[in-house]
């Protein structure tokens, strides 16, 4: 079954990157629409961006200016980079697969809490 | 982008009970909506999809209705494990993609 696992530091200092990867199971990263997602108590769920095909993305706009997501075939994994933190940017992040050719979250990754803190 | 509002916020039922979670989007998302289920410390698992289709796994007693801007996701009999956060998610128009602020459904 497809499942998918997020790794990274737990605690980043402010002005610094945020840098997350999603290791995936059970599917290859070269179909499929692969998203991140992050969670506060203030905001809720918020979608941050989307990688498809390895070359394509989307962001959110309000996110854009500081978001990269990049796939690696080779390992199976994408990544998540958000430049310039804040103690806004503590969330819990999560990587999810969309469903085929349709824009709800089918899979998820157990979820990885980063915060922001020097 | 569109902006879904649940009510209530949050729900109180005693188990083996009916649980009745409403979600109005801003503008029509014509049967494109999906609902999800978040437990403490875990990631959200997707329930309904299409408005009204159940997820993989899911059981029946998880229904959901509605089309345009008004949905509704029932649990008939509410068990133990139901208790937990539930959220709408409209995909009629993507990217961005937007949430619910969420119904927290509780033991009553």
């Known amino acids: 079954q497809v499942q998918l696992q997020e790794s990274g530091p737990g605690l980043v200092k402010p002005s610094e990157t945020l840098s997350l990867t999603c290791t995936v199971s059970?599917?290859?990263?070269?179909?499929?629409?692969w998203s991140w997602i992050r969670q506060t108590p203030g905001k809720g769920l918020e979608w941050i961006g989307y990688?498809?095909?390895?070359?394509?993305?989307k962001y959110n706009p309000s996110l854009k200016s500081r978001v990269t997501i990049l796939a690696d075939t080779s390992k199976n994994h994408f990544s998540l980079k958000l430049s310039s933190v804040t103690a806004a940017d503590s969330a819990v992040y999560y990587c999810a697969r969309l469903g085929t050719l349709s824009g709800y979250f089918e899979y998820w990754g157990q979820g990885s809490l980063v915060t922001i803190s020097s | 982008e569109i902006v879904m509002t649940q009510s209530p916020a949050t729900l109180s039922v005693s188990p083996g009970e009916r649980a009745t979670l409403l979600c109005r989007a801003s503008q029509s998302v014509s049967s494109n909506l999906a609902w999800y289920q978040q437990k403490p410390g875990q990631a959200p698992r997707l329930l309904i999809y299409?408005?009204?289709t159940r997820a993989t796994g899911i059981p029946a007693r998880f229904s959901g209705s509605g089309s345009g801007t008004e949905f509704t996701l029932t649990i008939s009999s509410l068990q133990s494990e139901d208790f937990a956060v539930y959220y709408c998610?409209?995909?009629?128009?993507?990217?961005?993609?937007?949430f619910g602020q969420g119904t927290k459904l509780e033991m009553k």
């Open positions: 059970g599917a290859s990263i070269s179909t499929y629409l």
């Open positions: 998610q409209p995909y009629n128009n993507w990217p961005p993609f937007s």
């Open positions: 299409g408005a009204s």
């Open positions: 990688i498809y095909t390895r070359e394509i993305t």
